[in-house]
């Protein structure tokens, strides 16, 4: 090969690997993996390509198709919530879809109406509002379909769970309800809104649902327990595994036991789950029917605060827990590799994103702290986005660039 012959083949292989878009909530295969080549560093100036503010707050991370940037806020008390979709070249506004709601919506703090993240693909746009509805639009803003008959999802901690799309289907884990209300997975049809399946559920939970390949065949994940402290383990709380195209239950799986907050992770046949508000944590091998605790690998009943979702990365799950304290496991045992013993930054709410070997999170503060995902714990950066930010959200990754948000702006970060 001559050196010019060379020399292109690199340059197409890095376009390859910057090129994607970070379609859903945890990026294209929904457990926070990029193939991206990030910046490692930056600061409120450093490597900030553009940054707007935002006229409403929220905690949803932006998902990124193509040359658009998708962003719910929503004004307080959730009166308005509002879609909105912008330019990645300069952040500019392309368009808004406000949506009005007069009716009481609890929330755990008066702002947090914008929690869940959009779900997007080369057609439509689909975002949930809570009690307000879920709603399709095309890439103009032009609405493809509305379901506002889906019920008041009502607790004290509000909603966060975010559409997935599949195929032909548009799946959204709809609740929790606390006390009255259903708590149910939805899939309807993604170009009409009609439903396809529909599947109860006991209890709710504010993780995303997961869809994953097992043996061959796609499967559903979702997390569902009691709104308990840190009981010892209910007869009711599950990691449960559906038929994403019919809603059929497949297994279930006991060991999680309180509040659950963090999305399901999946990787090697292993499926992980964990509980928040102090609970339970567990791995179990796929591939079995009905009820398949016996297949649990491990399960750690350890008092953790999580709230943001882990991540996998080889044979380690890699999680920081509320409090800013990172973990370690190994994949097949739950062995603690390393607990850093230290917060590596303030509280959080974030999720772990992988990228380059590295692990990304934001912090409460609008930190975003950087370890290497090595089962040798190092801290590689902390890139802070000044003073007066506060956000839940996690970082998005697309072409080489960092979508971050917070609750009174939106910054690209890229080299």
């Known amino acids: 090969m001559t050196t010019k012959a060379l020399l292109l083949a690199l340059a197409f292989s890095t376009t390859a690997l910057q090129a994607g878009d970070w379609p859903a909530w945890r990026g294209p295969g929904g457990q926070g993996h990029s193939e991206e080549d990030v910046p490692l560093e930056w600061s ?7 940054k707007v503010a935002l006229d409403q707050p929220g905690h949803s991370t932006p998902v990124v198709f193509g040359d658009r940037v998708f962003l719910t806020t929503a004004k307080p008390k959730g009166v308005v919530r509002s879609l909105l979709c912008l330019s990645r070249k300069d952040g500019s506004t392309l368009w808004r879809k406000d949506v009005p709601y007069e009716g009481k919506e609890p929330s755990w703090k008066p702002t947090w109406y914008a929690n869940a993240s959009a779900a997007v693909d080369s057609a439509k746009v689909v975002v949930t509002f809570g009690s307000a509805g879920t709603y399709c639009f095309d890439h103009d803003g032009k609405e493809l379909w509305k ?8 607790h004290k901690f509000g909603n966060s769970s975010s559409p997935v799309l599949y195929g032909d289907l548009a799946i959204q884990w709809c609740g929790p309800n606390e006390k009255e209300g259903r708590n149910f997975l939805l899939a309807v049809n993604g170009n009409t809104g009609k439903t396809v399946w ?4 006991k209890y709710g939970s504010w993780g995303t649902p997961l869809v994953v390949k097992v043996d061959g065949q796609d ?15 209910p007869a009711d709380s599950y990691l449960k595994g559906f038929d994403p195209k019919t809603g059929e239950e497949l297994w279930v799986c006991r060991g999680i036991n309180s509040y659950v907050y963090a999305s399901p992770l999946y990787a090697d046949g292993i499926a992980v789950a964990m509980s928040g508000y102090m609970g339970a944590a567990f791995a179990v091998k796929l591939g079995g029917r009905g009820d398949v605790t016996a297949d649990r690998l491990w399960q750690h009943p350890k008092n953790i605060q999580r709230v943001g979702s882990g991540v996998i990365v080889g044979e380690h799950v890699y999680v920081i827990e509320e409090n800013g304290v ?6 097949k045992t739950g062995e603690e590799v390393w607990e850093a013993g230290e917060r590596v930054g303030g509280s959080t709410w974030g999720s772990v994103v992988h990228a380059n070997g590295r692990l990304y999170c934001m912090m409460k503060n609008g930190e975003t702290v950087v370890l290497k995902a090595s089962p040798e714990y190092e801290v590689l950066a902390k890139n802070s986005l000044g003073k007066g930010q506060s956000t839940n959200a996690s970082p998005a990754f697309s072409n080489g660039e960092i979508f971050l948000r917070t609750n009174t702006h939106l910054f690209c970060i890229g080299e």
Do not use: F, I
């Open 44 to 50: 409120e100036t450093e490597n900030v390509k553009w």
């Open 147 to 154: 379901r506002t008959d889906l019920g008041t999802w009502s």
């Open 198 to 201: 529909e599947h109860d559920e």
């Open 219 to 233: 499967q559903l994940l979702l997390a569902t327990g009691q709104d308990k402290k840190n009981e010892p383990e």
């Open 326 to 331: 990172p973990h370690c496991y190994e994949l």
